[in-house]
């Protein structure tokens, strides 16, 4: 198993880090990716993955998530360096790590939209439009957040396609949303949101495509948010994955070895250049 988004980086997980990537392995994931949100996580998820590959290898991505886009992590920083365009000054930081790009580093992101925050949304679109341009011009997929937001990001990949694929991160949408992401080439994101007997409309989604598109299914946590069903008011964590697997194989008869084997070959199609 694959965990395709987890903040290695974020507290609870950042604190027992040891405990939280050997009881990973214990659990069967093989491989993490670990998005960066602001500039100051790039460098920390970068030393993670130096630390930890042994245990668990894990990937990284660089990215600008929208909702750090005002927080006072990248206020401190833009201080630091006395810029008067502190947005200019995160996608410089963006493309100059790009240059220099860390082995683990096999995506941009996490970046998207979010309908939901107090950002304005022209600032969002502008570093998300950003970042999909710098990810073709390095040659790398994208992780795209979203929240009440499908409209408007289907207008940025209008604008910009993503020439390397890439994901969308913690999937939830119709079957018609679903379809005119994967046309444009995109994998789509499933984690805990469906272990929740509620989500229906979310459900009903996933066994469509579990049945029609499992080549464009990614698994994933989100760690430490997005709790699973019966672990609630406890952090999430990449060991738990395996409560997805157990989830899509309870609603769709497919075998948990099919899509182990299914999940791990997309991830390592979109973010390692395998062709398996």
Known sequence: MIDSHCHLNLAPLADDIDNVIKGAALAGVERILAPGVTVASWQVLQKISEQYSHVVPIDTAIGLHPYFLSHSQHAEQVAAVDRDDPISYLISALEHACETVHSSVKAIGETGLDGHIQVPMPLQQNVLDAQL??????????????????????????????????????????????????????????????????????????????KHHLDSLLLETDSPDMPMQGRQGQPNLPRYIGDVIDTLTSITGVSAMVLKKQTTKNYQRVFLGERV
């Open 133 to 210: 341009t710098i990810a073709n011009d390095v040659a790398l997929p994208v992780i795209l957040h979203h929240r009440k937001s499908h409209h408007l990001l289907f207008e940025a990949l209008k604008k910009t396609q993503p020439k390397y694929g890439g994901v969308v991160h913690a999937f939830s949408g119709s079957i018609d949303v679903a379809k005119r992401y994967i046309d444009r080439g995109l994998c789509l994101g499933i984690g805990g949101t469906i272990t929740y007997e509620r989500a229906k409309k979310t459900r009903d989604t996933v066994v469509y495509l579990v």
